[in-house]
């Protein structure tokens, strides 16, 4: 049997880890969601051996708020 071929998130985990290595603590990746996030770091462990500080993984509003310090209304008061 063949097995599947690595997924997107698997990937570009490999492909960070390879360019990076554990030195992940000053890495800011965008990514579209926070599922995305959440695989992603799955992925990270995966292809790290041993601890390691994660990166800091943003969804793109997050990105920026966090780039231009102005914070997004919640969804329901921008409902009204």
């Known amino acids: 049997m063949h097995e599947a071929p690595p997924s997107f998130i698997q990937e570009c985990a490999r492909e960070i880890a390879g360019s ?28 790290l051996d041993g601890p390691f500080f994660a990166p800091r993984i943003l969804t793109l509003p997050s990105f920026f708020e966090w780039c231009t310090g102005h914070v997004t209304a919640p969804r329901t008061l921008l409902l009204f």
């Open 20 to 47: 990076h290595g554990k030195q992940l603590a000053d890495v800011t990746i965008v990514g579209p969601g926070k599922r995305a996030g959440l695989f992603l770091r799955k992925a990270l462990r995966e292809n």
